[in-house]
């Protein structure tokens, strides 16, 4: 089985300024990694994913995230955020493979303050 | 392309009704995922379908149940409501093994 720990449930910060979001994750087979986020009322959307290749991954409206394998983490970051980007952040596990269940971490809440 | 579509928006019920919820996913996609989000235990997972087939489930109880048809569209039923069936539903499309793409979701209040 597979789990996701995401270290902070919510992240302020202010505008410009760089924020990293922390997912760690344990599983005894490999895995995909990806992020989600959520915004008020609406459903998920991928915001990034890690599935073979190159640890360090882009994604979309500004965020990357980098697999350690070693540390088992999949930490999210973004070096200038918009107040736009207050929204939950998901950090999710998929075991490899055809199997499409999605294991979730319990979210982090980034809002960013003016 | 239409993206995947989830009636109705909102929903409410009382305790011991029968509530059956619908997702249409992305024309193509042939997998169909259901998750249910609450603030207490987040987002879980329900089930998924295949071509009509339920090829995975969660740890859910009984009462939960869903089915695909042969369009690839889902619903899920949930029988004998109980309080804490309150939820976000979210059902997610994929193609083979790629991404998936989630729905708005259903917002279902128990009373």
């Known amino acids: 089985a597979q789990s996701v720990t995401q270290l902070d449930s919510q992240v302020p910060v202010f505008e410009e300024a760089p924020v990293e979001l922390r997912c760690n994750y344990s599983?005894?087979?490999?895995?995909?990694l990806f992020w989600y986020v959520q915004y008020p009322n609406q459903g998920l959307q991928l915001l990034l994913k890690y599935l073979s290749g190159s640890t360090l991954v882009k994604g979309i409206n500004g965020f990357e995230a980098e697999f350690n394998k070693s540390q088992t983490s999949f930490h999210l970051r973004k070096p200038s955020v918009h107040i736009s980007d207050t929204a939950e952040y998901f950090c999710a596990v998929k075991r490899s493979g055809s199997a499409r269940q999605l294991t979730f971490g319990s979210g982090t809440q980034l809002t960013v303050l003016p | 392309k239409a993206g995947v579509t989830q009636t109705p928006r909102y929903l409410i019920k009382t305790r011991g009704q029968q509530v059956t919820l619908s997702c249409s996913p992305i024309s193509g996609h042939r997998s169909v995922s259901w998750y249910q989000q609450t603030p207490g235990q987040g987002l879980q997972f329900l089930f998924e379908?295949?071509?009509?087939?339920?090829?995975n489930k969660g740890n859910f109880p009984g009462r939960f149940s869903g089915r695909q048809f042969s369009n690839s569209r889902s619903e899920m039923n949930v029988s004998t409501l109980e309080l804490g069936d309150s939820a976000l539903y979210l059902c997610?499309?994929?193609?083979?093994?790629?991404?998936?793409?989630f729905g708005p979701g259903t917002r279902l209040t128990v009373l």
């Open positions: 997610a499309s994929s193609f083979q093994d790629g991404e998936q793409f």
């Open positions: 599983s005894s087979v490999s895995v995909y």
């Open positions: 379908y295949f071509s009509e087939t339920q090829r």
